[in-house]
């Protein structure tokens, strides 16, 4: 294979990837509670975010961000995720990159986005590795 055609079969392969990943992105959210349970007590997470556990904060935050058990908001998800994010819950920093690369909830705020998948990933969050490696591709296009 010449170097032109293997130039051009790179970018079709990043671009078919980038595209690929834009769709996952537009689809990311987090799509049950971390309890792990089919019958959730709302009621129970409610009051364990109130008084501060991370892992119930981030879960009220998913309830609002897909309307389980409460009425759907992206700007409560979003002071949940925060709250979460900043008691350094993985999860929660990462559907909070999410929420500022979508601009759901807040403005579309790129930079805030990574700066929130680059925690995540620090801590091993697979999600935001990956997004972070497709973010800097594109940036690099």
Known sequence: MKNSESA??????????????????????????????????????AKAAAAGDPVQQYNYGVMHETGQGVQQSMAKAVEWYTKSAAQGYENAQYNLGVMYLRGLGVEKNVPQAIGWFEKAAAQQNLSAIEALQVLKKQQQQ
């Open 8 to 45: 051009m079969t790179v970018r079709m392969l990043l671009a078919v990837m980038s595209m690929a990943f834009g769709i996952l992105l537009s689809g990311m959210v987090a799509a049950q509670p971390d309890s792990g349970q089919s019958g959730v007590n709302y009621e129970t997470i």
